[in-house]
C-alpha cells in the first residue's frame, strides 16, 4: 500500500467512524408504510442499472416517491446520464462524494433507504452510514453492520435474487 493510499484510507475510516455516532431519527418501515424510498446503487455494470431502473419504476408504480443514486467507478461520467450518478471526480481525498447531488441525497429525510450494492464500495458504503434515512436496508457483510437497521443475508450476488430477498422481508415488518 503506498503512503497516499494509506492516507486516503485512513481519512475515509475516521469520516465513516464520525457517520456512525451521529444520532438519527429511526422507525422500522416496510413496503406498505414507506412512502419516500432512496436506492444507492453501483452503476458500473449496466446490467445492474437497467435492474435498478426497472424497480425503481415497479415502486413508482406502487405511488412511492423514489430518488436513485449511482456511482460508477470511472474517471470522468459521458453527458448522456439519465439518472443522478457520480464518479470518481466528485470524490474528495477521503474518498467521500463532494457534490452536492450527493450531499442532498445523503440529508433527504427517506422513509427507507435501499442499499443494493453487493460488493464493498467506499463511496456507497459512505453515503449509507451519512444517511438521515429513518430506515437503511443493505445486503449483508460482517464488517459492514453499522451502517443498516437491517440486512439481508444470501450467497447469491444476482441483484434481482437480492431484491426479491428485500422485497420478502419488507412485506413481513410490521
Same mark, same amino acid.
Given at each position: %500500500?503506498?503512503?497516499l493510499t494509506g492516507i486516503k484510507e485512513n481519512l475515509y475510516q475516521r469520516k465513516l467512524k464520525k457517520c456512525t455516532k451521529i444520532t438519527r431519527e429511526t422507525l422500522s418501515c416496510n413496503f406498505d408504510t414507506a412512502r419516500n424510498i432512496g436506492?444507492?446503487?453501483n452503476a458500473s455494470k449496466e446490467t445492474d442499472t437497467r435492474i435498478v431502473l426497472s424497480f425503481k419504476r415497479k415502486l %413508482?408504480?406502487?405511488r412511492k416517491k423514489v430518488s436513485v443514486m449511482g456511482y460508477k467507478d470511472i474517471k470522468e461520467l459521458s453527458e448522456? &446520464?439519465?439518472y443522478p450518478v457520480f464518479c470518481n471526480k466528485?470524490?474528495?481525498?477521503?474518498q467521500t462524494p463532494k457534490t452536492q447531488d450527493v450531499l442532498d441525497f445523503i440529508q433527504k429525510p427517506f422513509d427507507l433507504l435501499i442499499a443494493l450494492h453487493v460488493d464493498d464500495c467506499q463511496p456507497l458504503e459512505y453515503i449509507a452510514a451519512a444517511s438521515v434515512a429513518k430506515f437503511r436496508i443493505g445486503h449483508y457483510? &460482517?464488517?459492514k453492520t453499522d451502517f443498516y437497521?437491517?440486512?439481508?443475508?444470501?450467497?447469491?450476488?444476482n441483484l434481482n435474487v437480492i431484491i426479491e430477498q428485500m422485497e420478502t422481508y419488507?412485506?413481513?415488518i410490521y
Open positions: %500500500m503506498s503512503l436506492i444507492l446503487f %413508482m408504480k406502487d448522456d &446520464e439519465k466528485d470524490l474528495g481525498l477521503s457483510r &460482517e464488517n437497521d437491517f440486512m439481508v443475508y444470501g450467497k447469491s450476488e419488507l412485506k413481513k
